[in-house]
């Protein structure tokens, strides 16, 4: 287990100073502060009131787990899913699938405060930064009036080549994020690669 991740189980057991920390982990203050300030920084920890110690100096910050960060590094989420999309392949028709993974895509769009502000391409450029901060490596081209995000690296991969249909979340998270139609050309055999087209 790294040190980010040890971190944060101590403080999901209970709050803790850097100094208590730096000791529990047997690493250096300076070492540890500087973890904390990146995992604060990415919103996993946050900073609680001071505690008063026992000797000398200034009283030190109890740090704890962000509210909803709980799980950052959990490992559950990706089995849980698909899980989940075997039970809804299990007991929607086809249809009620791809309309329920639309929703989905829409509210991933909502939650990312991305809406069309009448710019397409640029609307579509800070969709792409938020797939990009989830794990793709995914690129924005114009070809004439056609715009192209094309990836080579798919962020739920696994759970597209078990469920090809969740292309359709995707695709429909770019079409809340530009207010036009987008349509899914992915090519799913021994590898993946994602390729949303829209027209200007």
Not at 32 to 48: C, D, M, P
Not at 52 to 59: D, I, L, N, Y
Request: proline share 4%.
């Amino acid at each position: 287990m790294n040190t980010r991740s040890l971190i944060l189980n101590l403080l999901n057991r209970q709050p803790c100073t850097v100094n208590e920390l730096a000791t529990e982990l047997n690493l250096s203050r300076n070492s540890t502060h500087l973890q904390i300030l990146r995992l604060e920084a990415e919103g996993r920890v946050v900073k609680g009131g001071r505690r008063s110690g026992q000797g000398a100096g200034k009283p030190a910050y109890e740090y704890r787990i962000a509210a909803g960060a709980e799980d950052s590094f959990s490992g559950a989420h990706k089995p849980v899913l698909e899980a989940l999309l075997n039970a809804i392949t299990a007991e929607l028709p086809a249809q009620s699938r791809v309309s329920l993974l639309q929703k989905a895509g829409e509210q991933m769009a909502i939650d990312a405060d991305l809406q069309p502000a009448g710019e397409t391409e640029k609307d579509l450029r800070k969709a792409v930064d938020v797939v990009n901060s989830l794990g793709a490596m995914a690129e924005l081209k114009r070809s004439g009036s056609t715009l192209s995000v094309t990836s080579h690296s798919c962020p739920i991969a696994s759970i597209v080549h078990a469920q090809p249909d969740s292309c359709a979340l995707v695709a429909r998270f770019f079409s809340q994020a530009t207010g036009k139609p987008v349509e899914s050309r992915c090519k799913r055999d021994s590898s993946l690669v994602c390729r949303f087209t829209l027209e200007l």
